[in-house]
């Protein structure tokens, strides 16, 4: 059976270092030492690594994600990738008010779907606050 990390790069949610750097136009040493900056990460699981796809998504500013990454700090790339596709209550899209009467809540986002509502900020504090516990 494949693992997770398999059925995510089957899927395309996750790339090959080869496939991420063709499509990100890096080489292999700038994929290196972005992993070792901590601007980008990997996803591993019985030897098989693959990088998120969400870094390619023209929807977001790649750089954005990068610092969001940067400032998850040492947390494995599992843990990051979790952060990123995890929906959270409190970066939830507003709820629907009617004559100033809140009629709907809001959905809970992931914060890759805060980030391409234009909620880097609130995607931010939140991942400040997960790593200040």
Do not use: H, I
């Amino acid at each position: 059976m494949t693992n997770a990390v398999g059925q995510l790069l089957a899927s395309g949610d996750l790339l090959d270092a080869t496939e991420f750097c063709k499509r990100a136009g890096l080489s292999l040493d700038q994929l290196q030492a972005a992993v070792t900056d901590g601007r980008l990460f990997y996803v591993e699981k019985d030897g098989l690594q693959g990088y998120p796809a969400f870094f390619l998504d023209t929807a977001v500013d790649r750089q954005l994600l990068e610092a969001v990454s940067r400032l998850l700090g040492p947390a494995t790339g599992g843990t990051k990738w979790q952060f990123f596709v995890t929906p959270r209550g409190s970066l939830a899209s507003p709820g629907k008010t009617v004559d100033g009467v809140l009629t709907e809540n809001g959905n809970p986002r992931t914060p890759l779907q805060a980030m391409r509502d234009g909620n880097v900020e609130l995607v931010t504090r939140v991942a400040q606050a997960l790593v200040n516990g």
